[in-house]
């Protein structure tokens, strides 16, 4: 066998050439300007300035806008870049009324990842055809290319005409249709009582804290327009069944998200309080189980966790927060289930929010408790976290005797009716009231007897919303 010698200079120039396809895309440096839109038509104009102290976030690092409203960050292929809301001012909305406040970074778009049920694709598309009534023949889509960066990436701002300390905010969770009939009850339901409720309407923005989905991604867009219907400005925050089950990795399992809401962590500023949505949904996928005929989502499994690079981010927004001042923390999964923790590294969360005064708003368990975490759940800080869990717009997942519309009575699994809560803020003060479907605003209890009467010596349950 002949040996070919490789001459010094070639081995020198093709390990220069390796070394370089080895190393990360080079940081780039993302720039623009928040302007006050005060015609709000989404361009800047003559006489609109820029606004300053805005902060800008690339979900590791922030940055504040100057005193015309210029600002610059550097930012990675992948990133999104966050816009945090100001006090006194409304975000711009789309036509689905998702608010504008980011910007992607993906020059070559999300991985084109593989439907995990394609091997089992005749009988998981009869299924869905059958009993889902929708079809499923691709996977969920995520962030198409956005090409090059762009020269200036400008964020518009809506003064608001009487920024106020006082307002309200519509809060609520796991809407959860797993077919378009479910979408339909959400749209007869949910939406069409929103829509007129006076108390929805006045208020500043609503939240929807995840589980938006029941695993079926596709059902996504008609969600969006269903809720679009409501009227108000809507921050949706990532739950368990809102990931993308096709992704091999947590890192890439919100690509499908990042295509219809941005960022899965986010805040805003309103009135004194701060506003911050975190994801606590950790994909792990089950490379064992690759091949299996399963569908996407028994593919793997999720762990409640927030991860160090969102709890160092958490850190340094909270820089900018007086410590005094009412901090709302938005979540899909609660912090803590039945007085046990929940959530794997909530102690570090806890070591973050020492001495403040923290409203954690969660959903996911389709029932309404309040739990105050304190000492014996390792929070050392005073006055203890108060965490209210929401019943949910699905109820006990859109199930129970239908009424004369044909939508199901969907109690939660506690025997609260599915419904949705207005959250009243006042400087640092705070209340809550819950609201069921198609109940009045008194109707807060429901009482229960054996006899469906008062007897003597008979035990009586009361079942209070709160």
């Not at 390796?18 to 928040?34: D, K, Q, T, W």
């Not at 208020?203 to 969600?223: K, N, T």
Request: with cysteine.
């Amino acid at each position: 066998m002949t040996r070919h010698k490789t001459s010094p200079a070639l081995a020198f120039f093709m390990a220069l050439l390796l070394f370089g396809m080895s190393l990360p895309a080079a940081a780039e440096n993302a720039r623009g300007v928040v302007y006050a839109d005060l015609n709000r038509n989404g361009a800047r104009d003559p006489g609109e300035n820029g606004v300053p102290g805005v902060l800008i976030t690339n979900q590791r690092d922030f940055v504040s806008s100057d005193p015309e409203g210029h600002w610059a960050i550097d930012i990675n292929e992948g990133d999104l870049i966050v816009l945090i809301k100001p006090a006194g001012y409304d975000l711009p909305v789309n036509d689905l009324n998702l608010p504008k406040f980011y910007y992607i970074h993906k020059p070559k778009g999300s991985p084109d990842f593989q439907p995990g049920n394609q091997s089992n694709s005749f009988f998981q598309g009869l299924y869905d055809r059958v009993f889902r009534k929708t079809d499923r023949d691709d996977h969920y889509p995520g962030v198409p290319p956005t090409g090059p960066l762009p020269a200036s990436i400008d964020f518009a701002l809506d003064p608001q005409t009487q920024p106020s300390s006082r307002f309200d905010v519509l809060v609520t969770a796991d809407p959860q249709p797993r077919s378009i009939e479910q979408v339909h009850y959400l749209r007869d339901d949910a939406a069409a009582e929103m829509m007129t409720e006076e108390k929805v309407q006045q208020a500043r923005f609503g939240v929807v804290r995840g589980d938006l989905m029941s695993d079926h991604l596709d059902l996504l867009e008609p969600y969006n327009q269903v809720m679009a219907r409501i009227g108000k400005p809507l921050f949706n925050i990532i739950g368990n069944h809102d990931i993308n089950f096709d992704s091999p990795e947590d890192a890439h399992s919100d690509e499908t998200w990042h295509h219809h809401f941005g960022p899965q962590y986010y805040a805003l500023f309103e009135g004194e309080a701060l506003f911050v949505a975190l994801d606590n949904i950790h994909w792990h996928h089950l490379p064992e189980k690759a091949d299996a005929n399963l569908p996407s989502e028994k593919k793997g499994i999720w762990d409640p966790k927030l991860g160090d690079e969102q709890l160092a981010w958490l850190a340094r927004l909270l820089e900018f927060h007086p410590r005094d001042k009412l901090l709302i923390l938005m979540m899909h999964v609660p912090l803590e289930i039945n007085g046990a923790g929940y959530i794997s590294d909530r102690q570090a969360l806890y070591d973050l929010l020492l001495d403040r005064k923290v409203l954690v708003l969660c959903g996911h368990l389709h029932a309404q408790n309040h739990f105050f975490i304190g000492a014996s759940s390792g929070y050392k800080g005073n006055p203890p976290i108060h965490q209210l869990t929401n019943a949910t717009l699905s109820g006990g997942w859109w199930k129970g005797r239908k009424d004369d519309r044909g939508i199901p009575s969907a109690w939660c699994i506690d025997g609260v009716e599915n419904g949705y809560s207005i959250l009243s803020v006042s400087g640092s003060h705070y209340t809550t009231t819950y609201k069921a479907l198609n109940r009045s605003w008194s109707h807060q209890m429901m009482i229960h007897s054996p006899s469906g009467q008062a007897q003597p010596g008979e035990k009586i349950l009361v079942n209070i919303f709160a």
